[in-house]
T-cell receptor, first 112, second 111 residues
Framework: KQEVTQIPAALSVPEGENLVLNCSFT??????LQWFRQDPGKGLTSLLL?????REQTSGRLNASLDKSSGRSTLYIAASQPGDSATYLC???????????FGGGTRLMVKP | DTAVSQTPKYLVTQMGNDKSIKCEQN?????MYWYKQDSKKFLKIMFS?????LIINETVPNRFSPKSPDKAHLNLHINSLELGDSAVYFC????WGRGAFFGQGTRLTVV
């Protein structure tokens, strides 16, 4: 059964720092990996989707990498801003394509 | 235009009542899901439907009954609500390989 772990669980950084969020999964037979952002009391917003054949995806200040063989993904946030404060979730879709398995999230606080 | 919309956004009800949450997606996706987010913010799959057929039922009490009248809709009916059912319920849809899109969530509070 797929298990997804995110480290750290919480992170507090000053504005302007570059930071890395980590995601690991136990079963490398995935179809894709998706990073989401969740603001308090809100739904999930998709940030980046990486197909299993891809190594990375970029969107603005965000860059996500995927190493399927080692079961790892990282989300790199450049020049962090207070508006980046949120919970970041990674999720993997198995090859059957029937569900996403989520990690527990990383709660990020960027201080002005 | 909201891609995945669910109603209501908030639901407060007494123990023992029956309630429904509705979900609609206008993305043309084949697969729809219900997820539960508990008080620790962990998201867990409840049901997965593909083209109106139940694919996954993850050890959810049979008080929870999903219904998919067509590919664009997946409703969740809950019978005999219990205090432990209080959570945020998210509907989502996906098309294989294209990523998932989530609704804004329904915060259910059972008192």
């Amino acid at each position: 059964k797929q298990e997804v772990t995110q480290i750290p669980a919480a992170l507090s950084v000053p504005e302007g720092e570059n930071l890395v969020l980590n995601c690991s999964f136990t079963d490398s037979a995935i179809y894709n990996l998706q990073w989401f952002r969740q603001d308090p009391g809100k739904g999930l917003t998709s940030l980046l989707l990486i197909q299993s054949s891809q190594r990375e995806q970029t969107s603005g200040r965000l860059n996500a990498s995927l190493d399927k063989s080692s079961g790892r993904s990282t989300l790199y946030i450049a020049a962090s801003q207070p508006g980046d404060s949120a919970t970041y979730l990674c999720a993997v879709e198995g090859n059957a394509g029937n569900m996403l398995t989520f990690g527990g999230g990383t709660r990020l606080m960027v201080k002005p | 235009d909201t891609a995945v919309s669910q109603t209501p956004k908030y639901l407060v009800t007494q123990m023992g009542n029956d309630k429904s949450i509705k979900c609609e997606q206008n993305l043309g996706h084949d697969t729809m899901y219900w997820y539960k987010q508990d008080s620790k913010k962990f998201l867990k799959i409840m049901f997965s439907y593909n083209n109106k057929e139940l694919i996954i039922n993850e050890t959810v009490p049979n008080r929870f009954s999903p219904k998919s009248p067509d590919k664009a809709h997946l409703n969740l009916h809950i019978n005999s609500l219990e205090l432990g059912d209080s959570a945020v319920y998210f509907c989502a849809s996906s098309q294989w390989g294209r990523g998932a899109f989530f609704g804004q969530g329904t915060r259910l509070t059972v008192v």
